[in-house]
C-alpha cells in the first residue's frame, strides 16, 4: 500500500463510521414503515417519500432554500468586503480583524442566539431606543418574524464566510496585480480578473459552509422564528422526537441531502463557468 492511500486511511475511516453508514442506516430507515406506537416496522413502504410532496412539506422546503439562498448571498456581500480589507491591511491590523471575527466562537451558540430576543423584542433596546428618539410611536413587532431569522442566520454564520476567503485573499499572488498595472488594466479590471479570479476557492468554500449550516439549522428559527417560522430541519426534528413518524424523518432527511448535494454541485459548475467566462475575456 503506498503512503498516500495509508495517509488517507484514518480519513476514509472516519467518513464511514460518522457519515457513510449513519447515512445509509438513516436511508434504510426511510423505506420503513411504524405501527400506531411509533415503533419501527421492517417493511418495505415508500410513504414518507409520498407525504413529502404533500403542498405543505413542499412549501415548507421552498422556503428553506430561499432561506438559506438568502442568507447565503447576504453573508458573501456583507463577508467579501471584509475579508479583502483584513487580507490587504497591515499584520497588526489583521490579527485584530481575525480576533473580532472569531470572538462569537468563543461565546455558546444559544447565548449568543437568545441575546437577540433582548435586542429584538417589543420593550427590546431596539425598539427602546427608537421611541426614545422618536422616530416610532409603538414598538415594532421585531421579534418572531422572517426578518429575525435572516438577523439571526447571517449574525451566526458570517464568520464562515469571511474565513474562507480571507485564506485565499491572504494566499493570493500579489505580483499578478502589479502585473496587471503595469500592462494597464484599471483597479476594477484588475480586481475583476486577478482578485475575484484568484478567491474563487474562498467564495466556493465559504458558500458551501454557510449554505449547509442554515439548511440544517432549527435553533435560529425556533428562538427568533417561533411558531411563525419553520425550516426542513425542524420538521425532521419534530419527527424524530415529538411526532415519532422515523421513516418520515428519515426521508426528510434523505431528500434534504440529495437536493443540498445536487445544488452545492450546481451552484460549483456556475462558478466555474463564470470564472472561466472571466479569463477568456480577460485573455
Known sequence: ??????????????LSLFLIIPMLIVAGISFLQRDALGQLVFSFSIEGYKTFFDPLYLGIYWDTI??????????????????????????????????LITVPFWINFLIRTYAWILLLRTQGVVNTLLMEFGWIQEPLQLLYTPGA?????????????????????????????????DLGASKWKAFRHITLNQSKSGIMTGCVLVYVSTTGMFVVTDILGGAKSAM??????????????WPFGAALSVIFVLTSLILILLFNRAMQARYLKVKEGGA
Open 232 to 245: 426542513i430541519s425542524n420538521i425532521i426534528q419534530s419527527q424524530f422526537l415529538g411526532a415519532r413518524n
Open 66 to 99: 430561499v432561506l438559506s439562498v438568502t442568507t447565503t448571498v447576504i453573508c458573501l456581500l456583507i463577508s467579501y468586503p471584509m475579508a479583502y480589507y483584513i487580507a490587504n491591511a497591515p499584520p497588526r491590523v489583521q490579527t485584530w480583524g481575525l480576533i
Open 149 to 181: 431569522v435572516l438577523l439571526g442566520m447571517v449574525y451566526n454564520f458570517i464568520p464562515f464566510m469571511v474565513l474562507p476567503i480571507y485564506v485565499a485573499l491572504e494566499q493570493m499572488d500579489k505580483r499578478l496585480l502589479d502585473a496587471a498595472y
Open 1 to 14: 500500500m503506498s503512503r498516500h492511500k495509508l495517509g488517507m486511511a484514518p480519513v476514509l475511516l472516519w
